[in-house]
């Protein structure tokens, strides 16, 4: 389970940029960006296993997030999940959402649309922002190993900016779906006494 991420993991950003490097509002280079694509073309050839131990590695770790899932949350012997449909198919779903980030990186604006519907989404499945760091974290845990002696400090650098991008967008979804919903609930609230007045 053991993985070492150097840096300070997924909770602050600590950029190396070089002198004369621009960044796109997502905090990445041009080079990151180019580092990013050409390694997910090599992850993308084991994408399910990705998927899965990357779940499990996050289980394993944070414990907490397995029970925001109504599907594993009575799972105890982790070792199963590797062998589990549903986690396979869950994991394949959010690396076809990395995958679609991949592809946004040119067009950051679409990029953000989908991140903030993402965000708005684990709002209704009550999965909390505090989590999503650790996402990231064991994404890069799981890829090392494929890439072997591709793997730089830069190439991490690039995996961590983008997840720290998506998951600040996500955040930002969580919390406008949220504050709908409470303006929602308190505007009806405030509505049914007067229905009620009307009634009698
Ligand atoms: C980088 C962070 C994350 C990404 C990119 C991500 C992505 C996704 C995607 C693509 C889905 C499929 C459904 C949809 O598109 O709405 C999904 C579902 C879900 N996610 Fe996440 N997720 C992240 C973090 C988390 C965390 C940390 C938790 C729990 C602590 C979580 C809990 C859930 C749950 C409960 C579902 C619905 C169940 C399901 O689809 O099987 N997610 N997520």
Redesign the pocket.
């Known amino acids: 389970m053991g993985c070492a991420i150097s840096g300070s993991g997924l909770t602050a950003r600590a950029p190396e940029i070089r002198a004369g490097e621009e960044e796109t509002p997502a905090g990445l280079t041009a080079n990151h960006i180019r580092l990013i694509k050409e390694s997910w073309r090599l992850i993308q050839e084991d994408i399910a296993k990705v998927g899965i131990i990357m779940f499990v590695r996050?289980f394993e770790t944070?414990p907490?997030?397995?029970?925001?899932?109504?599907?594993f949350r009575d799972v105890e012997d982790l070792e199963r999940l590797r062998t589990s449909r549903?986690l396979r198919?869950?994991g394949l779903?959010?690396m076809?959402?990395?995958e679609k980030?991949v592809a946004r990186l040119d067009q950051l604006e679409r990029l953000e649309t989908l991140?903030l519907?993402?965000g708005k989404?684990?709002y209704r499945?009550?999965?909390?922002p505090k989590?999503?760091?650790?996402?990231?974290a064991e994404?890069i845990c799981a890829v090392r190993p494929i890439l072997k002696d591709r793997w730089t400090p830069e190439l991490e650098e690039a995996w961590k900016t983008l997840?720290q991008y998506?998951?600040s967008i996500?955040r930002e979804g969580f919390l406008e779906e949220e504050r709908n919903k409470r303006s929602n609930t308190q505007t009806s609230s405030r509505e049914r006494p007067d229905k009620r007045s009307t009634a009698i």
Request: glycine share 6%.
């Open positions: 996050l944070h907490e997030c397995k029970d925001v899932f109504f599907l549903e198919a869950h779903r959010v076809s959402f990395i980030s991140a519907e993402l989404s684990h499945y009550n999965a909390p989590y999503y760091g650790y996402v990231g994404f997840f998506v998951t996500m």
